[in-house]
């Protein structure tokens, strides 16, 4: 043990690492594959969207050291995480990375709130594709994985998951996010399961819940509430920044992290001690 190199460079290094992004064209999972494409990782970015990845991609290699990569694809069904999957296994036969970051919400009243658009396809793509795009990868997260190597899942949560508050002011008056939160603590909880199953099979699997991040997802709070989001919810005075999801993301597929599975990272700069002053709609 005391042989061990314990520099920087030995201790977060993933160089050459195969890293799998999903919702990795805007956002944080963008902030992420960027930390990752510029410390020698090969990355693979999917969403959607395809011009909005080609438009990430053009901006994430003008500082990678591995051309970025990206596949098309919606994980809102199993048929389309197999997809995705499928196509991956075309070009890679090893993953060392996957990073479930696909997420989506809906907003609506309480007494109207849609069943399909604010329930079935919330948990398809925020529960639903971490579990099934594991369970295809699984065999390529394994091969060659050792303790001191394993394969890494890293699943994107939110302080929601804790925070039962669905009324507040990153959604509209009378509007509240009843699915997101609900959603975000069964990623939370797979997280769990997932990290027990696939322990013994050399892979980890960790989840960062993230606080205020500038987003599209947020982008409607950013506009209505401006500063008061800082004033009575940030203890640290700003929101989340790309070096602040990069640097955990790359602690958790880095030597460093080699012993570390099932845990649920909080990054909300404290916010999590001053809900209390967002308070919700009482109003039925």
Same mark, same amino acid.
């Given at each position: 043990?005391?042989?061990?190199?314990? *520099? #920087?460079?030995?201790?977060? /290094?993933?160089?050459?690492?195969?890293?799998?992004?999903?919702? =990795?064209?805007?956002?944080?999972?963008?902030?992420?594959?960027?930390?990752?494409?510029?410390?020698?990782?090969?990355?693979?970015?999917?969403?959607?969207?395809?011009?909005? +990845?080609?438009?990430?991609?053009?901006?994430?290699?003008?500082?990678?050291?591995?051309?970025?990569?990206?596949?098309?694809? /919606?994980?809102?069904?199993?048929?389309?995480?197999? !997809?995705?999957?499928?196509?991956?296994?075309?070009?890679?036969?090893?993953?060392?990375?996957?990073? /479930?970051?696909?997420?989506? %919400? &809906?907003?609506?009243?309480?007494?109207?709130?849609?069943?399909?658009?604010? &329930?079935?396809?919330?948990? /398809?793509?925020?529960?639903?594709?971490?579990?099934?795009?594991?369970?295809?990868?699984?065999? +390529?997260? %394994?091969?060659?994985?050792?303790?001191?190597?394993?394969?890494?899942?890293?699943?994107?949560?939110?302080?929601?998951?804790?925070?039962?508050?669905?009324?507040?002011? +990153?959604?509209?008056?009378?509007?509240?996010? &009843?699915?997101?939160?609900? *959603?975000?603590? !069964?990623?939370?909880?797979?997280? #769990?399961?997932?990290? +027990?199953?696939?322990?013994?099979?050399? @892979?980890?699997?960790?989840? @960062?819940?993230?606080?205020?991040?500038? #987003?599209?997802?947020?982008?409607?709070?950013?506009?209505?509430?401006?500063?008061?989001?800082?004033?009575? !919810?940030?203890?640290?005075?700003?929101?989340?920044?790309?070096?602040?999801?990069?640097?955990?993301?790359?602690?958790?597929?880095?030597?460093?992290?080699?012993?570390?599975?099932?845990?649920?990272?909080?990054?909300?700069?404290?916010?999590?001690?001053?809900?209390? =002053?967002?308070?919700?709609?009482?109003?039925?």
């Amino acid at each position: 043990m005391s042989s061990q190199d314990l *520099s #920087s460079p030995a201790l977060f /290094n993933v160089k050459d690492k195969i890293v799998l992004v999903t919702g =990795g064209s805007s956002g944080i999972g963008k902030m992420m594959a960027n930390g990752f494409c510029q410390n020698g990782a090969k990355v693979y970015i999917a969403s959607r969207k395809e011009n909005q +990845l080609k438009e990430a991609v053009a901006e994430l290699n003008q500082k990678a050291k591995i051309p970025v990569q990206y596949i098309v694809a /919606n994980v809102g069904s199993k048929a389309g995480c197999d !997809a995705l999957i499928n196509e991956f296994k075309k070009r890679e036969s090893k993953l060392h990375v996957l990073i /479930n970051n696909s997420g989506i %919400t &809906w907003g609506g009243r309480f007494d109207d709130f849609p069943e399909e658009k604010g &329930w079935d396809n919330v948990f /398809n793509v925020n529960v639903k594709s971490i579990f099934y795009s594991k369970c295809t990868l699984a065999p +390529l997260l %394994t091969k060659d994985s050792t303790n001191e190597d394993p394969g890494r899942v890293i699943n994107i949560s939110s302080t929601s998951s804790i925070d039962p508050q669905s009324e507040g002011v +990153l959604s509209d008056e009378g509007n509240g996010t &009843w699915s997101y939160q609900p *959603s975000k603590a !069964a990623a939370n909880h797979l997280t #769990s399961a997932l990290a +027990l199953k696939l322990g013994p099979h050399q @892979i980890t699997v960790n989840a @960062i819940l993230p606080g205020l991040f500038p #987003s599209k997802m947020t982008a409607f709070g950013f506009k209505t509430a401006g500063e008061e989001i800082f004033k009575f !919810a940030q203890p640290s005075g700003r929101y989340g920044q790309s070096s602040d999801i990069a640097g955990l993301a790359l602690f958790l597929a880095s030597p460093a992290s080699a012993h570390v599975t099932g845990t649920h990272i909080l990054l909300d700069g404290g916010a999590r001690f001053r809900r209390a =002053g967002l308070t919700a709609s009482t109003k039925l």
